[in-house]
């Protein structure tokens, strides 16, 4: 997996292991440098998340190194999730229409497009969960890019994209 120079790559992820514990993970740093813990203007607690049996050790693992994480409900963490993979998805994206762009240059060069993205995923898993995101899901998700704005773009797992433009 190719990373950014001296990126140490942390990679935003959703776990569920034994006894259905789940952890929505908003890390990541340069190399040297502390993890962002995904505190961002909108959400200055941070955005890692655990639910399940064991989410308040996990929460207490992390807190004991200095990282933030809240133990949310499985309703609350499946929304917090959902927005993670919007996010993802809408900046992988625009990210791959514009080679070499990075997060940051995405959220401010190419704010139209990954906010129009930003709805219309937003738009159809709220339907199809039977779910309401909080108001400013754009807002919150481009605040999460300003704090990773370092971060490469990339779409690794779908091969044969030729023309992104379709």
Excluded at 114 to 137: P, Q
Aim: glycine fraction near 10%; proline fraction near 4%; aromatic fraction near 6%.
């Amino acid at each position: 997996m190719a990373t950014a120079p001296n990126t140490a790559k942390v990679t935003p992820a959703v776990i569920v292991g034994v006894g259905r514990v789940g952890r929505l993970q908003e890390m990541g740093s340069k190399l040297g440098e502390p993890p962002t813990d995904g505190k961002t203007d909108t959400n200055p607690e941070g955005l890692t998340a655990a639910y399940g049996k064991w989410a308040s050790a996990v929460a207490a693992r992390l807190h004991a190194g200095g990282l933030s994480c809240k133990v949310l409900d499985k309703e609350a963490f499946q929304k917090q999730m959902l927005e993670k993979l919007i996010w993802i998805s809408a900046f992988m994206l625009v990210g791959a229409r514009h080679p070499g762009a990075t997060v940051g240059v995405v959220e401010k060069e190419f704010r139209n497009e990954v906010s129009s993205l930003i709805t219309e995923l937003a738009s159809a898993a709220a339907a199809e969960k039977g779910i309401v995101f909080e108001e400013a899901i754009e807002e919150r998700l481009c605040a999460y890019a300003c704090a990773v704005a370092h971060f490469p773009t990339a779409v690794k797992e779908v091969q044969g994209f030729v023309n992104l433009s379709l």
